[in-house]
């Protein structure tokens, strides 16, 4: 009787233990361990930082791995430029190794005036102290400025900043040491030196497209970020930046007619960069210059062919960048496109009124806050001025007045 009690138990005790087995397995967690990366809290997929932490914010939390950013440039390329060296500068400090490609720069021109990382305690206080500074006024002067239906109005939070720390903080008044620069491995795509490439025959896919589209996919097989192959323990991430694809000198006419021959060669390529990238441990950011190209719907396309997409609208050269109601932006930021991976539904940022500006050492995207219509920092019209064209308007005869900055 002891002997089948005993027969019986065994068995239990063994099935108990490998439940217990089973049970580790499938609770054990089969994610991607990077440097640099991190698991999305909402949908599991690998990101990275793009190096703008307000950035990452809008993108719910960073750049997922295996997608395609694209930045629609300003006017003079130099906001969307800064942060391709952000996104770069990013991977320089992780470690991770990086693909750049260009035709009008040379790519070491462009990794030489990467930003240089500051000290993490820097970086930390002064974000968090710089909104103090608005939100800790003295009552008394906020009763003597703003009206008084604005008193009761709650505080605008500007900054965009998640619970958690990702990523690093640059200093844009300073470069990189040549020592950290150097220290990373980089490829690089100069168009200028790929003579074949830029006097292709024209085709559904340009030369210089097609060349680039080989030489990544080369990059991504030979130095192991391919996922389709068995890989070693030691991963890391390919980071590539693309400025200025679509301009002249990549031999495309997007930009000089309105009815382009190649309309089809930048959308072709980028399917094969998303179709490329969805199988690898790499991550790319694209800048294009769209306010050059006419067609709309053109430029639509582009745009559903990545999976991120902002667009930087700086006020330089426009009215905009005298108007007092702007004066601490230097430019609006508009979200095109936000990614939904793993899911049916993308996360739309909360804040559709989005603006960035350059501050002495940073680059920053806030929520555009716009100062009460009632509020001595605007004066739209003053009172002489006011005063000027309501005695202009009452004369007789008077067709038109020198005063022109009505309100109506």
Not at 177 to 192: D, T, V
Not at 352 to 380: G, N, Y
Not at 393 to 399: H, I, Q, V
Request: proline letters at 5%; a neutral charge.
């Amino acid at each position: 009787m002891a002997a089948s009690m005993s027969g019986v138990g065994k068995p239990s005790a063994e099935r108990a233990s490998l439940n217990t087995t089973s049970f580790q397995k499938k609770s054990r967690s089969k994610l991607i361990s990077i440097p640099g990366s991190r698991p999305s809290v909402q949908n599991g997929q690998l990101l990275v930082s793009t190096g703008v932490t307000s950035l990452d914010y809008l993108l719910g939390g960073g750049l997922a791995v295996g997608t395609v950013l694209l930045i629609e440039e300003d006017r003079y390329d130099s906001y969307s430029r800064m942060i391709l060296k952000y996104f770069l500068a990013e991977g320089v400090v992780c470690r991770h190794e990086l693909f750049v490609a260009a035709a009008q720069d040379d790519p070491d021109e462009i990794l030489q005036e990467l930003p240089a990382p500051i000290l993490d305690d820097v970086a930390v206080h002064k974000p968090a102290e710089q909104p103090k500074l608005s939100s800790e006024a003295p009552d008394s002067l906020d009763s003597m400025k703003i009206a008084w239906r604005y008193q009761n109005l709650p505080k605008v939070q500007t900054a965009l900043a998640s619970s958690s720390r990702f990523g690093h903080y640059y200093d844009v008044s300073k470069t990189m040491e040549p020592e950290i620069r150097q220290a990373a491995k980089c490829h690089r795509f100069y168009l200028p030196e790929h003579p074949a490439a830029a006097s292709a025959t024209r085709s559904t896919l340009l030369g210089p497209y097609a060349a680039l589209l080989k030489s990544i996919q080369e990059v991504i097989s030979s130095q192991g970020f391919d996922l389709t192959v068995p890989m070693s323990n030691s991963r890391n991430i390919l980071r590539i930046g693309l400025h200025s694809l679509g301009a002249a000198l990549w031999g495309d006419d997007l930009c000089c007619h309105d009815n382009p021959k190649s309309g089809h060669a930048l959308t072709t390529f980028l399917y094969g960069l998303r179709a490329l990238l969805r199988s690898s441990l790499a991550v790319a950011v694209v800048t294009v210059p769209s306010h050059l190209i006419q067609d709309r719907a053109l430029m639509g396309g582009i745009t559903r062919l990545c999976d991120s997409a902002v667009a930087l609208e700086s006020f330089k050269g426009s009215e905009r960048e005298t108007n007092p109601l702007y004066k601490d932006y230097h430019g609006l930021l508009h979200v095109r496109q936000v990614p939904h991976l793993n899911c049916l539904a993308s996360n739309l940022p909360d804040h559709k009124d989005l603006a960035f500006k350059l501050k002495r050492k940073q680059f920053t995207i806030e929520r555009l806050h716009l100062p009460p219509d009632l509020s001595e920092t605007v004066s739209r019209v003053s009172r002489a001025e006011l005063a000027g064209a309501s005695a202009a308007a009452s004369a007789c005869g008077s067709g038109t007045s020198s005063n022109k900055h009505l309100d109506f």
